[in-house]
């Protein structure tokens, strides 16, 4: 048995101390012992992006990240998205163009929108396309998520 | 009503907050639990020792087949499915043994311990193998109209081959998961992600020993479904159910994603023979088609799939004479289950291949024939099995795609196009769908709600169907609060529950809205009468003199409800409802539905199985790079039938959806099986659906305008199965591009899905007998 390890990390803006074991993914830190449980589990294989999370701004497969990795970075998940009640601009867009159906890739689709929009204030429909490949989807036929990102007002842009 | 509002969950989506089954809050006591499976095709089991399993670290139990406490099966129409495999194993991923432990590394541990001994017996893994064994499920079945030996023998042309289409994996986003937690004494409660809570209810109890009273099953949303857990959720629950009774700690069992693929059944592989005769316009005298499937290992719902094949193997066409023979095969793969269009994608795909294939040999573009052989609106109007083709928007809609899509101006630039590349070609080509609605058992079609209504004014609405992204409750919420005429954030819809409402159909046959919807606002109707006396009463109490309030004058609209006549004698809604409880009037009710107007001979064949029929067309044009075998899709119109869309926003993203998915069964979705019937692509990685960056460049859906159904609630029409069919528009115009390799003279090979190695191989073919016979056309 490996030693758990302590890291400290900040997780939707809030620092933590943890004890973790070395090969616990990233995923399962989130929501087996943070109760984070916005982040999915789609594969555990890096292939579906239900588990996308920031990892300082940059969307990245939680299922992939060790949780060690963390240490003394910033990890952002569905949960630290709103601004308390307040949704994000993309999230009252997907509210609006009926970007979500059965919403298990939701969480995930938005994280991936969030960090192109970070970077890409306005991008093309093909940015927006090419971003969010990694994210699966098998009920929407992406246009409406395409459209939501796209039509995210880019004033109301900015956390 | 007929509003865009947003699916009911969906701001519980955008935060992460909604909750399915892997979310649920889990107490210490909570134990995993793990499906041990067969390695072999088909084997023996000799001997196992689970001896040293049960006592590795942190197991609690390690169950076999001679554990179970109550039946060992779990067939949904046929008992020939074992809950876990008894004295053999029939395919690769049957479940054999289940552990509990604290963790999941437990369980692999423990699983690595247990010793098990197979005998490996031949095993069938194609349908060619399973037609040369005469390895039949079942008997044949046939169904037709007219002679067609005297419409083949005497038609000007004839043409005959054979199509395969391949198997598909559902590729839900949430993998199938159940968490059973016990109750007091024979009591379960199961969460599960089913699209059929009361039969997983029925099986549970079954496998337990139990009645159906003692098991509670809650299916509060699924993260996707696609038929792929209308029968194949139950077996999680019942493998959880049988760990949580051995052990009485609550137990969850989700799958692995290549546990799922591996283990759960796919859409059924054809292979179709068929012939067709026709005149020199196109026009079909006869057809013969010889549909076989491939079911897997056991019974599961092949027959009822194979059944809806053979009512759409017409697709939108007139056939004066037809004859549909269907075979179901058995095979040592697992049980092959319900997928989105239940039959009906595969039988299309093979009568559009006889369309195209009609078109090529006359020299005509495909469209024409399609339009020419559509059922009519008076005559040429009745299917091979009796129905008569109603409310037929067949023409209508292929006028108005025609025209929107441009499609004529876009051949035109398509031949251009092609005339000046060499290396590359596009294709163009419109296909439609005409889909029966209604289970084709005829008794699932029925559906119940419990509505009850609470002191402070606000709404629970239960009812039989599960939600699983298509919008279901959203749809349910805006019937109840449209009919009680009040706000929609008062009305809530319950998690889908077998103590509220009791033996219900699956969610599935895209019935959900149609029946569920009509069975909410039965219960309503009750309540709105019950309701309307008491306010009634209560304005003539109040204001005596006047004119006296029938509870038939009264309205409910705008959170109010009023005296038609007198507007103003009103009161709001939550203040009427105390109103209602001092009276001592129940605020419970519940509604119920059967569809009417159905019926179904099965011996004769004929009948009117469907309530109505459901209309789409889709116009897509591709580009296929003929040295790679490499597809862009350039653009898509569809043009569908919604009826009076309930909520356009929801309808437009199934149609999408449903195209998408259909996409990716004509093209990405290639599953593999080696020799020994291993699953080759059991991962997202060597099984592909399609990405944002697989869908059209220009992708455009509308819903056909002035469609008022007569046939289900508030004139609506149901989404959910037929746009998947539309898929076949893409696959047809890639066929169209390679066709163009030979200039459209002679008939290209071609398979489904169109990977790119099959759209390379039928291109290198053309040029090869393209060299061989440089000058004389080819009818292959
Ligand atoms: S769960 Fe991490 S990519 Fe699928
Ligand atoms: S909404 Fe169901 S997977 Fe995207």
């Given at each position: ?159 | ?442 008794h699932l079609n029925q559906a119940g709600a419990l509505v009850n209504i609470y002191s402070d004014g606000t709404v629970l609405v239960n ?318």
């Amino acid at each position: 048995m490996m030693k758990s390890i302590v890291i400290t990390t900040t997780i939707n803006k809030r620092k933590h101390e943890l004890e973790v074991h070395p090969n616990t993914t990233l995923l399962d830190l989130l929501r087996d012992e943070l109760g984070l449980t916005g982040t999915k589990r789609g594969c555990e294989a890096g292939e579906c992006g239900a588990c996308t999370i920031l990892m300082n701004g940059q969307a990245v497969n939680s299922c992939l990240v060790l949780a060690p990795q963390i240490d003394g970075q910033e990890i952002l998940t569905i949960e630290g998205l709103a601004d308390g009640d307040k949704l994000h601009p993309l999230q009252e867009s997907f509210l609006d163009h009926d970007a979500v159906h059965c919403g298990f890739c939701t969480p995930g689709m938005l994280m991936s929108a969030k960090s192109l929009l970070d970077r890409n204030a306005s991008p093309t429909e093909l940015e927006v396309r090419t971003a969010i490949s990694g994210n699966l989807c098998r009920c929407t036929g992406y246009q409406q998520i395409v459209d939501a990102v796209l039509e995210t007002e880019p004033v109301k842009r900015e956390t | 009503m007929h509003q865009q509002i947003p699916h009911e969950s969906a701001a519980l989506h955008v935060t992460g907050e909604a909750l399915y089954i892997d979310d649920l809050p889990s107490s210490p006591s909570l134990l995993i639990g793990r499906v041990v499976y067969s390695p072999y095709a088909h084997a023996r089991i000799v001997s196992y020792d689970l001896t040293k399993a049960r006592e590795a670290p942190g197991v609690v139990a390690v169950l076999s087949a001679k554990d179970i406490p109550g039946h060992n099966q779990m067939g949904p129409v046929v008992k020939d499915e074992p809950c876990l495999a008894a004295e053999g194993v029939t395919f690769i991923g049957q479940a054999v043994f289940l552990i509990a432990a604290r963790t999941d590394a437990q369980c692999r541990a423990a699983e690595k311990l247990i010793d098990v001994k197979y005998v490996p017996l031949e095993a069938i893994l194609t349908l060619e193998e399973a037609i040369a064994a005469n390895n039949l499920l079942g008997p044949p079945r046939r169904m037709q109209r007219g002679d067609v030996e005297v419409a083949l023998g005497s038609a000007p042309h004839v043409l005959k081959g054979e199509l395969r289409t391949g198997a598909a994996e559902h590729w839900y986003l949430e993998t199938q998961a159940a968490l059973c937690v016990p109750g007091e004494g024979p009591e379960m409660t199961v969460y599960s992600s089913s699209q059929n809570p009361s039969e997983t209810q029925k099986l549970v109890a079954e496998v337990l020993g139990v009645k159906k009273k003692d098991v509670v099953v809650e299916v509060r949303r699924i993260g996707g479904g696609f038929g792929g857990k209308e029968t194949q959720g139950n077996h999680v629950a019942c493998w959880s159910a049988l760990l949580c009774r051995a052990t009485g700690c609550p137990v969850k069992i989700r799958l692995f994603r290549d546990e799922d693929m591996i283990m759960t059944g796919k859409r059924h592989r054809f292979l179709t023979r068929y012939e067709v005769g026709f005149d020199d316009q196109g026009k079909l005298l006869g057809v013969k088609f010889e549909l076989n499937s491939d079911a897997g290992a056991a019974t599961d719902l092949s027959f009822a799939i194979m059944e809806r094949a053979m009512f759409h193997c017409d697709n939108a066409y007139y056939v004066p004479a037809i004859d549909v023979t269907a075979r179901v095969w058995r095979t040592n793969l697992p049980s092959n289950t319900a997928f989105r269009g239940f039959g009906g994608p595969q039988a299309m795909a093979a009568m559009e291949t006889v369309i195209d294939r009609v078109a090529r040999y006359l020299h005509k573009d495909a469209a024409e024939i399609r339009q020419a052989n559509f059922y009519g609106l008076e005559q040429d109007n009745v299917t091979h099995y009796g129905q008569v083709v109603e409310n037929n928007r067949l023409h209508t809609i292929f006028d108005q795609l025609m025209k929107s899509s441009e499609y004529a101006a876009r051949r035109k630039a398509v031949q251009e196009f092609n005339a000046a590349n060499e290396f590359w070609k596009k294709g163009l080509a419109l296909t439609p769908v005409k889909f029966g609605i209604s289970f084709t058992t005829s008794h699932l079609n029925q559906a119940g709600a419990l509505v009850n209504i609470y002191s402070d004014g606000t709404v629970l609405v239960n009812h039989g169907g599960t939600e699983m992204g298509q919008g279901l409750h959203t749809k349910i919420q805006q019937i109840a609060a449209t009919e009680l005429g009040i706000s929609i954030d008062r009305v809530r819809v319950n998690a889908t529950n077998t103590s509220k409402v009791p033996n219900t159909s699956p969610t599935a046959a895209s019935t959900g809205t149609d029946m569920n919807g009509m069975a909410v606002k039965h219960a309503v109707e009750t309540l709105k009468d019950r309701i309307a006396e008491c306010v009634a009463a209560l304005f003539n109490e109040r204001d005596p003199s006047a004119v006296h309030t029938a509870k038939g004058d009264c309205c409910f609209e705008s959170d109010v409800i009023f005296d038609s006549r007198h507007p103003e004698r009103r009161i709001g809604f939550a203040e009427a409802i105390p109103q209602v409880i001092v009276r001592r009037v129940s605020l419970s009710a519940t509604g119920f539905y059967r569809t009417p107007g159905i019926g179904w001979d099965k011996t004769k064949g004929v009948g009117t199985p469907f309530r109505y029929y459901a209309f789409g067309m889709a116009v897509s044009e591709v580009l296929v790079d003929t040295l790679t075998g490499a597809m862009t899709l350039l653009r898509t119109d569809i043009l569908h039938d919604a009826g009076d869309s309930i909520n356009p926003g929801i309808d437009t993203g199934q149609i999408e959806g449903g195209y998408i998915q259909g996409l990716g069964w004509c093209t990405t979705e290639e599953i593999k099986w080696d020799s020994a019937g291993n699953l080759m692509t059991h991962s997202p990685d060597t099984y592909k659906i399609p990405t944002a960056k697989d869908i059209p460049i220009d992708f455009r859906v509308t819903l056909l305008e002035q469609a008022t159904n007569p046939n289900a609630i508030y004139g609506s029409k149901t989404v959910a199965e037929p746009p998947f069919m539309l898929g076949l528009s893409t696959w047809m115009a890639i066929k169209d591009a390679i066709s163009a390799v030979a200039n459209h003279t002679v008939e290209p090979e071609y398979a489904l899905p169109a990977t790119n190695e099959v759209i390379l191989l039928s291109i290198e073919k053309l040029r090869n007998m393209m060299k061989v016979n440089a000058s004389e056309p080819v009818h292959a």
